[in-house]
């Protein structure tokens, strides 16, 4: 054979310089035109519809109204994200029984917020270990059978309200607390904090009462206080709902003005709200986790690791300082 130098060059040389030209055309191909088992990988989540089963414990509380409304706005910015929302109705069975539901309809993520923390423990751990990513909201469970909980420091909130209600009341005084659901940990963790804080002081709580975060059963409990006890300085509850409706039982009687009254929350429209029309003097914000949630559930479920808890900050709002956004808390 011939080529173009004259030279003559052997059968098995030019076999090989073909083989070569080939091996190098193949080689850009592959570089430039990805096999549909690669380009299958690499689109298996684009454009994919994600189901998000959400556990709301009840929808009776605004505070829980407006987690689930910020859920909606955080999850309208991935038109590809649904969300399937249930309400327990504050029905310990019925939130069992809708995160069992959720595992059986194969949805991609679960978000619950807790009516109680025992009794959720065992059907959020059974989802986790059927492989499906479990996002906790505001109440923790038992153990760490789920992939993130998403929730503020209640002991630090509680604690912080204490040493405000301290500075107050200059170290004394009665006190009426009228506490969350104590078998939540939130009820249970804001009770340690303000309890921490007031421990070695003048500061006697002359009335303690469980609430269950309802407005109506706090003012009946302040009805109740009112009538056994002349001298009250001071409403520290649970939440803000709580703190209003023993105002308004306060007010029924004409002590309102006598009483400095403190909640925890902090919505726009529920606690600011109160601080604003002097019916509270104090609160304390827990945020609703329902960005955050999203947030953390979009990284989950393209594969991507998150904190086992995220902890959100807090603000003391008073009337001091309402207008300026609040104190962040320490």
């Known amino acids: ?26 080689c850009h191909r592959s570089s430039t035109h990805k096999s549909p088992a690669a380009m299958a990988g690499k689109s298996a989540t684009v454009g994919k519809k994600w189901v998000i089963g959400m556990s709301q414990c009840t929808l009776a509380e605004p505070w829980r109204v407006q987690m689930d ?17 249930k309400d327990a109705q504050n029905s310990v069975l019925k939130q069992r029984a809708q995160i069992a539901e959720f595992v059986q309809s194969g949805v991609n993520l679960i978000i619950v ?4 923390t025992a009794p959720l423990t065992e059907p959020i751990a059974k989802a986790y270990k059927a492989g499906i990513p479990v996002i906790v909201l505001d109440r923790a469970v038992l153990g760490n059978q ?27 005084g009665n006190v009426v607390e009228l506490e969350g659901s104590m078998t939540s940990s939130p009820g249970q963790e804001r009770n340690a904090g303000f309890q921490q804080a007031i421990k070695g002081t ?16 706090a003012r009946r409990e302040m009805e109740s206080a009112l009538t ?14 709580g703190a209003y409706g023993a105002y308004l039982a306060a007010k029924a009687v004409g002590r ?3 009483i400095i009254f403190v909640g ?19 609160t304390f914000r827990y945020p609703t986790c329902g960005r955050h949630a999203i947030a953390a559930a979009w990284k989950i479920l393209h594969g991507k690791k998150v904190p086992k808890h995220i902890t959100l900050s807090s603000r003391m709002f008073t009337k001091a300082n309402l207008k300026d956004g609040g104190q962040p808390l320490p």
């Open 113 to 116: 917020s807790p009516k109680e």
């Open 264 to 282: 925890i929350d902090g919505l726009p429209s529920e606690g600011l709200a109160y601080l604003a029309q002097g019916y509270i003097d104090a």
């Open 1 to 26: 054979m011939q080529w173009y130098s004259g030279k003559t060059i052997s059968l098995p040389a030019c076999l090989a310089i073909v083989l070569l030209i080939l091996c190098i055309a193949g």
């Open 228 to 241: 056994r006890f002349p001298d009250i300085n001071l409403v520290y509850a649970a939440n803000d709902p």
């Open 256 to 258: 309102a003005k006598k």
């Open 146 to 172: 789920y992939t993130c909980f998403i929730g503020a420091n209640n002991t630090a909130i509680g604690r912080a309200a204490g040493t405000w209600i301290v500075h107050t009341l200059h170290g004394k």
């Open 202 to 217: 003048q500061i006697h709580v002359i009335y303690t009462a469980d609430m269950k975060w309802q407005q109506n059963i």
């Open 69 to 85: 409304a910020d859920l909606k706005k955080a999850a309208a910015k991935y038109p590809n994200l649904k969300i399937i929302f």
